[in-house]
């Protein structure tokens, strides 16, 4: 089944700098990568999500990598603010089945 | 987007009572619904995916008589969390998603037991 490691497990970063996390997944027949946003005891929310036909999509200050060869995509946040403050978590699907999970990493940015 | 919909944010209940939450899609109908638990500062692990008018799949580790899931209608999946107790502390998500896209999450349920 599908595999989903994720680094960093914590990152600070000084308010106006950029944060990269990445993940790696296994299944190479896996076509979506989404990238969700946890905030403190409230839901996930889909911030940004890319298929497998591109190698690169942006919103605003953020953006997302796929690199199919490696089996590696990356999450960017540029211009961080304090807000972006949270838990962020990759994700690939395997066939038919629920996405599989990175173990998350937790973003502070510090004002 | 899709709206999920869960039931109740907070409980709080008696060791040895038994807890049901609820996982609504709003707007879709959803065959397969999944339930997740996450641990403080955790990742989220999948307990179990819920069939609609089929059994559930648990699973490995995750007790079937502990967890009881029922999905009887394309709308709604039920998670009843039987006997808690302490350790069943946490914070319970549920998910519907539509294969090959983006997961549509309830507001989670988290749940104490005393």
């Known amino acids: 089944g599908e595999n989903v490691e994720q680094h960093p497990s914590t990152l600070s970063v000084q308010e106006g700098d950029s944060a990269v996390i990445k993940c790696t997944y296994s299944d190479s027949a896996s076509n979506y990568f989404p990238w969700y946003k946890q905030e403190l005891g409230k839901r996930p929310q889909l911030i940004i999500d890319i298929r497998s036909n591109v190698g690169e999509k942006k919103d605003q200050r953020i953006a997302v990598t796929l690199n199919k060869t490696a089996k590696h995509f990356s999450l960017h946040i540029t211009e961080t603010q304090p807000e972006d403050s949270a838990v962020y978590f990759c994700a690939a699907p395997a066939g038919n089945t629920p996405l599989v999970f990175g173990k998350g990493t937790r973003l502070s940015v510090i004002a | 987007g899709a709206v999920v919909s869960q039931h109740p944010s907070r409980v709080i209940c008696k060791s040895g009572t038994s807890v049901k939450i609820e996982c609504r899609s709003l707007?879709?109908?959803?065959?397969?619904m999944f339930w997740y638990r996450q641990f403080p500062k955790k990742s989220l692990m999948l307990m179990a995916t819920?069939?609609?008018?089929?059994?559930?799949?648990?699973e490995q580790g995750v007790e079937k008589d502990k967890f009881l899931i029922n999905h009887a209608s394309l709308t709604l999946s039920t998670l009843t969390v039987t006997s808690a107790h302490p350790e069943d502390s946490s914070f319970y998500i549920c998910?519907?998603?539509?294969?090959?896209?983006?997961?549509?999450f309830g507001q989670g349920t988290r749940l104490t037991v005393v």
């Open positions: 998910s519907a998603d539509r294969v090959g896209t983006e997961a549509f």
């Open positions: 707007d879709f109908q959803a065959t397969t």
């Open positions: 819920s069939n609609e008018g089929s059994k559930a799949t648990y």
